[in-house]
């Protein structure tokens, strides 16, 4: 199966920055997007397509993507940007989602 | 603005058929580009995808699920509707439907409904 292998967790205090990465082989040839969920709401779309951002995103938000791992990195993190993260494809018909990694702004 | 909501039993019997509904605004789904999806996400798990349709009809399912689901459109009211057969313990879970533009570079999803928890019990 294909797999997305996310970090289970990361800690960082704030105004540092957060690396979350999605690994798999040869990721770089696919396509992926990031969903960060806060606790009891919905996924919400930070990142598509690699690197570009929804409206309404902030700029602290990038993303990118290549060889053999797909990163989200959030700048100057904040207390709001605690949260479960998410990495997504589309991969031989079907849709995957990586497991997720809990960043935690101490 | 694009909004989702979704609706249907939150409380389902091992065996039967769940039928969910999603209701949505600020798109057509009969426009060019535009599709839905539905996801799930079991309680403290990652979120799975289970199905997309699109403006042209075309449909697509998990594969691992695709013999129990059924998404079908109905665009007069707006709104996509999935069924699943055989429900089981197992598929216990907050069912999100959410916009899926068709574009090159792939689905995903934005924005997403609510989510309504659905949970097999007898």
């Known amino acids: 199966s294909y797999a997305l292998t996310q970090a289970p967790s990361v800690s960082l205090a704030p105004g540092q920055t957060a690396r979350i990465t999605c690994e798999r082989d040869?990721?770089?040839?696919?396509?992926v997007h990031w969903y960060q969920q806060r606790p009891g709401q919905a996924p919400v779309l930070v990142v598509f397509a690699d690197s570009d951002r929804p409206s309404g995103i902030p700029e602290r938000f990038s993303g990118s993507n290549s060889g053999n791992t797909a990163t989200l990195t959030i700048s100057r993190v904040e207390a709001g940007d605690e949260a479960d993260y998410y990495c997504q494809v589309w991969n031989t018909s079907r849709v995957l989602f990586g497991g997720g990694t809990k960043l935690t702004v101490l | 603005q694009i909004t989702l909501k979704e609706s249907g039993p939150t409380l389902v019997k091992p065996t039967q058929t769940l039928t969910l509904t999603c209701t949505f605004s600020g798109f057509s789904i009969s426009t060019s580009g535009m599709g839905v999806g539905w996801i799930r996400q079991p309680p403290g798990k990652a979120p799975e995808w289970l199905a997309v349709?699109?403006?042209?009809?075309?449909?697509r399912y998990s594969p691992s699920l695709r013999s129990r689901l059924t998404i079908t459109k109905d665009p007069s009211k707006n709104q996509v509707l999935l069924t699943m057969t055989n429900m089981g313990p197992v598929d216990t879970a907050t069912y999100f439907c959410?916009?899926?533009?068709?574009?090159?570079?792939?689905?995903?999803?934005?924005?997403w409904g609510q989510g309504t928890l659905v949970t097999v019990s007898p």
């Open positions: 349709i699109y403006w042209d009809d075309d449909k």
């Open positions: 959410a916009h899926a533009p068709d574009a090159a570079a792939g689905i995903w999803f934005d924005p």
């Open positions: 040869n990721i770089g040839s696919k396509t």
